[in-house]
C-alpha cells in the first residue's frame, strides 16, 4: 500500500541528500580511524566506492536521456503539444519507482483530458506507450546500461531488483544495485589486502615485535 511505500520514499532522497552533502567529511573520518597498515587499502576502497557510485549515477543519466527521447517521440507521434517538455518530465519522474511513473502518467493525461477529450484511442495508445517505456527500462536499460558499467550480469540485475524489493521496497529498488557493486568492491579490496605481500610482511613483523617485547618482559620478571 501507499502508506508503506511511503517513509520508504522519503528516506530514501533524504539519506542520499546527506551521503552526498558529507562526502569528503566520511571519507576523512574513515580515512582517520583505520590503522597505518590499512591506509593505502582504505584510501583504495574509498575510492572504488565513489567510483561505483559515480558509474551508477551517470548511467541513470543516461536512461534518463533514453526515457526522454522515447517518451517525447511517442507523444510527438501521437500528436500531444510539448512532447519533449513532457518527456523530460515523465524521464525525471521514472526516477521514483512505483509513484514515479503512476505520476508522469497522470500529468500526461491531464494534458490529454485539456487538448483532447472523449479521445479514447489516444489514451489507449499512451497506455501502451507507457507501458512499452517501463518494460524498456526494468528488462532492457537497467541491466544493460547500469549492471553491465559496474560488471553486474544483466539477470543478476533483474533477480536483485526482485529481491531489493521483496526486502525494502521502495528503497531497495533504488538502492540494491549500488549496493551490490559496494559489496562487490569490499570483496575485491578484502582479496587485495589477504593477498598483499607488504601486509603479510608487515604483520609478521608486528606479530614477532609483540613475541620478542612479551619474552622480554617475561624474562625480566624478579624471581
Same mark, same amino acid.
Given at each position: 500500500? /501507499?502508506?508503506?511505500?511511503? @517513509?520508504?520514499?522519503?528516506?530514501?532522497?533524504?539519506?542520499?541528500?546527506?551521503?552526498? +552533502?558529507?562526502?569528503?567529511?566520511?571519507?576523512?573520518?574513515?580515512?582517520?580511524?583505520?590503522?597505518?597498515?590499512? /591506509?593505502? +587499502?582504505?584510501?583504495?576502497?574509498?575510492?572504488?566506492?565513489?567510483?561505483?557510485?559515480?558509474?551508477?549515477?551517470?548511467?541513470?543519466? +543516461?536512461?534518463?536521456?533514453?526515457?526522454?527521447? &522515447?517518451?517525447?517521440?511517442?507523444?510527438?507521434?501521437? %500528436?500531444?503539444?510539448?512532447?519533449?517538455?513532457?518527456?523530460?518530465?515523465?524521464?525525471?519522474?521514472?526516477?521514483?519507482?512505483?509513484?514515479? @511513473?503512476?505520476?508522469? /502518467?497522470?500529468?500526461?493525461?491531464?494534458?490529454?483530458?485539456?487538448?483532447?477529450?472523449?479521445?479514447? @484511442?489516444?489514451?489507449?495508445? &499512451?497506455?501502451?506507450?507507457?507501458?512499452?517505456?517501463?518494460?524498456?527500462?526494468?528488462?532492457?536499460?537497467?541491466?544493460?546500461?547500469?549492471?553491465?558499467?559496474?560488471?553486474?550480469?544483466?539477470?543478476?540485475?533483474?533477480?536483485?531488483?526482485?529481491?531489493?524489493?521483496?526486502?525494502?521496497?521502495?528503497?531497495?529498488?533504488?538502492?540494491? &544495485? @549500488?549496493?551490490? %557493486?559496494?559489496?562487490?568492491?569490499?570483496?575485491?579490496?578484502?582479496?587485495?589486502?589477504?593477498?598483499?605481500?607488504?601486509?603479510?610482511?608487515?604483520?609478521?613483523?608486528?606479530? +614477532?615485535?609483540?613475541?620478542?617485547?612479551?619474552?622480554?618482559?617475561?624474562?625480566?620478571?624478579?624471581?
Amino acid at each position: 500500500s /501507499f502508506a508503506a511505500w511511503l @517513509p520508504s520514499l522519503l528516506l530514501t532522497p533524504i539519506i542520499t541528500f546527506f551521503l552526498l +552533502k558529507d562526502h569528503a567529511r566520511l571519507r576523512k573520518m574513515l580515512g582517520g580511524a583505520v590503522p597505518n597498515a590499512f /591506509f593505502e +587499502k582504505t584510501l583504495y576502497l574509498m575510492h572504488a566506492v565513489d567510483r561505483t557510485a559515480r558509474i551508477y549515477f551517470v548511467g541513470l543519466m +543516461k536512461i534518463t536521456v533514453l526515457d526522454t527521447l &522515447i517518451m517525447a517521440c511517442g507523444l510527438w507521434l501521437l %500528436g500531444l503539444n510539448s512532447p519533449l517538455l513532457l518527456g523530460i518530465i515523465v524521464a525525471v519522474l521514472n526516477w521514483i519507482p512505483y509513484l514515479g @511513473p503512476l505520476l508522469g /502518467f497522470a500529468i500526461v493525461m491531464m494534458v490529454v483530458a485539456t487538448d483532447f477529450p472523449g479521445n479514447l @484511442p489516444l489514451v489507449y495508445s &499512451i497506455i501502451g506507450l507507457f507501458i512499452m517505456l517501463r518494460a524498456l527500462d526494468d528488462l532492457v536499460f537497467l541491466p544493460l546500461i547500469v549492471g553491465k558499467s559496474l560488471r553486474i550480469h544483466p539477470l543478476l540485475t533483474l533477480m536483485m531488483f526482485l529481491v531489493g524489493e521483496a526486502i525494502a521496497g521502495i528503497a531497495g529498488l533504488m538502492l540494491v &544495485i @549500488p549496493i551490490l %557493486g559496494i559489496v562487490m568492491v569490499l570483496g575485491e579490496t578484502l582479496e587485495i589486502i589477504l593477498t598483499d605481500m607488504r601486509l603479510q610482511a608487515r604483520h609478521a613483523y608486528s606479530r +614477532k615485535m609483540r613475541w620478542q617485547a612479551a619474552n622480554r618482559d617475561l624474562s625480566q620478571e624478579p624471581d
